[in-house]
């Protein structure tokens, strides 16, 4: 819990890792992959303040003490859901999944959530192994990985029927939230992998599952919130888009809140710190403090309030994730109530202009 | 250093900037010189113009990289006096495949097969498409958000042409992209169009603009992440 100017805000970190990326890991013959994506996750950690920079060693494999003391101690947060992804081209036991992050989970029950993840590409041997993750985790929600490469294939769509056949089992089993990663890294070719046409299709398709666009479709930020704003059952993640650009670029961060705030709204958005490329601590103390910068720039964005950032930091996913929250953190009935039916009155008509 | 021709090469080098200052980033609408990933430039002894480009990853996406390197060596390949053009794009996972291919006017889809990298099964003309559509919309609210500020009402802006539009360096983009979509784009051709040409009405106009900022913001985005992973990877 954070608790600042007498307002208290519980902390559900939707999105970080507790990955393996050090060199005993990498896949003989695909260790400039391993090192490459893991080098390019080190750049995106130097987008945040400097006193949190990490030398590439550490950052490569922190411990559980560490993971530990920054996620809860230092960084405010009460409940942290580990988003699983597997990446085994490249590690050979895998960059942090279920069973890893399952490993923290069982250990601490009451810090986390663990997400698992299937890939409708390994048939029914994977689908196996979904329901045995999720019978032993219980996991309410997953990460799916669309653009991650399984042996010939480059990525895979939502709406694949393999896929859809994981969703319906999915939703048999339980899962509610989707997570489904569109944002920057690994190798789109020619096949479009920051896509969300995708989620707005199974969406539609699947009323009773959520679905999560982890990095807000990143760098295609626009059809995200055009899709988003059509679909009830779709939200934001903010990981990447708090620790990204809030500190590097502070105006570009106040026009995409702007913007999520005007298409997609407070009640569906979801704060995420990605840890470990950026620590929770910064990010939940600059959203608690965050406004609009002066200036008629940002004059037609909706205002984010106390209330919102509630929601926004811990309320809306603890909602998605059956998370209880202490009284003294939640917010009043009435502020809850869904915002802004105007705005999205306002795009009923998404044929026009849509690139 | 010397050259063959008789240029003098302090002028041809200045050239070949001058080249790669018209090949973009199509993602951010902005010039591969000015986003700082030409990481060398030079012309040797035997009259060659050597261009090393760089990324912002080693992860960034193949297609916009193959796009950029195919870009340049077309565009420094009109400048008068070299004897041949070298183009290799550096620190990236696809460079053997992207730099080969291009060095072999492959194209992108044969440059692909049979590479590590994997196969592409379209080439990227379409792509190519749509993020100039995309600059049409983010350049439209660069142009047309002063004028609102400034007082323009929404009628005005719909009844307005380019050429009614102060000039400006945003303008002069608008109407380069607009000249790539086959768009009008002369002095009397429609301010506010869609990305295949079409007018805009009044009732239409909000919504439009609404959108053409997201596309902007979308761009910012996109150009700060970009710029602080290049800071970061080559410590600039």
């Not at chain 1, 995420?272 to 910068?293: A, C, H, M, R």
């Not at chain 2, 902007?216 to 600039?236: E, K, M, P, W």
């Amino acid at each position: 819990m954070y608790e600042k100017d007498g307002e208290k805000y519980f902390i559900v970190d939707s999105h970080m890792h507790y990955w393996d990326a050090s060199p005993e890991n990498w896949v003989e013959g695909a260790e400039q992959y391993a090192k490459g994506w893991i080098e390019c996750f080190h750049a995106y950690q130097g987008l945040g303040p400097a006193e949190t920079h990490q030398p590439i060693e550490e950052f490569q494999k922190v411990s559980e003490e560490q993971l530990m003391r920054e996620e809860f101690e230092e960084g405010h947060v009460d409940v942290a859901i580990f988003q699983s992804t597997y990446l085994r081209e490249w590690y050979k036991n895998g960059f942090n999944t279920t069973e890893q992050n399952g490993a923290l989970f069982r250990k601490y029950p009451d810090k986390f959530r663990v997400n698992s993840r299937f890939d409708p590409r390994d048939g029914d041997a994977g689908m196996r192994e979904f329901e045995k993750n999720v019978e032993e985790y219980r996991p309410l929600g997953v990460k799916l990985y669309t653009a991650e490469w399984n042996g010939e294939s480059r990525g895979y769509k939502l709406t694949d029927p393999e896929c859809y056949r994981f969703l319906e089992r999915a939703q048999e089993l339980g899962i509610r939230n989707i997570h489904v990663h569109k944002g920057p890294t690994i190798w789109p070719l020619d096949k479009d992998a920051f896509d969300v046409s995708d989620v707005d299709h199974a969406a539609t398709d699947f009323q009773g599952l959520n679905f999560i666009v982890e990095h807000v479709g990143l760098p295609r930020i626009e059809d995200f919130c055009f899709m988003a704003t059509q679909e009830p059952n779709v939200y934001a993640g903010l990981s990447v888009v708090t620790g990204g650009l809030m500190h590097a670029r502070p105006r570009f961060h106040a026009k995409v809140m702007g913007e999520l705030l005007f298409w997609v709204g407070e009640d569906k958005m979801l704060f995420g710190s990605d840890y470990n490329i950026w620590t929770p601590k910064w990010q939940v103390e600059g959203l608690v403090d965050w406004d609009f910068p002066e200036g008629h720039d940002y004059d037609d964005y909706p205002r984010l309030g106390t209330d919102g950032k509630k929601k926004i930091l811990g309320l809306n996913a603890a909602k998605l994730y059956d998370i209880e929250v202490p009284a003294e953190c939640q917010i009043s009935a009435e502020s809850s109530a869904p915002a802004s039916p105007d705005d999205a009155e306002l795009v009923d008509d998404r044929a026009v202009s849509q690139a | 250093m010397t050259v063959t021709s008789d240029t003098p090469p302090t002028t041809q080098v200045g050239g070949v900037w001058e080249a790669l200052r018209t090949v973009r980033d199509p993602e951010l609408d902005a010039d591969v010189v000015s986003l700082d990933f030409v990481a060398s430039c030079s012309i040797s002894d035997d009259g060659v113009a050597h261009v090393r480009l760089r990324l912002p990853t080693y992860f960034c996406a193949p297609n916009f990289a193959f796009l950029m390197v195919a870009d340049a060596w077309d565009a420094v390949s009109q400048v008068p006096g070299l004897q041949d053009v070298d183009v290799e794009l550096i620190d990236h996972f696809a460079s053997d495949a992207i730099n080969a291919g291009v060095a072999a006017r492959a194209g992108f889809v044969t440059s692909m097969a049979g590479s590590e990298v994997g196969e592409a099964v379209s080439e990227l003309d379409g792509l190519r498409r749509n993020f100039t559509e995309r600059a049409l919309m983010a350049g439209t609210d660069l142009v047309v958000r002063p004028l609102m500020a400034a007082g323009a009402t929404p009628e005005q802006v719909v009844a307005m042409t380019l050429g009614e539009v102060p000039a400006s360096a945003d303008l002069r983009r608008l109407r380069e992209r607009r000249r790539e979509l086959d768009i009008p784009a002369d002095d009397d051709a429609p301010l506010v169009v869609d990305p295949v040409g079409r007018t805009v009405g009044l009732e239409a106009l909000p919504l439009h603009l609404r959108k053409a900022r997201s596309y902007q913001v979308g761009v910012d985005a996109n150009t700060s992440i970009c710029r602080g992973q290049l800071a970061a990877r080559y410590g600039l």
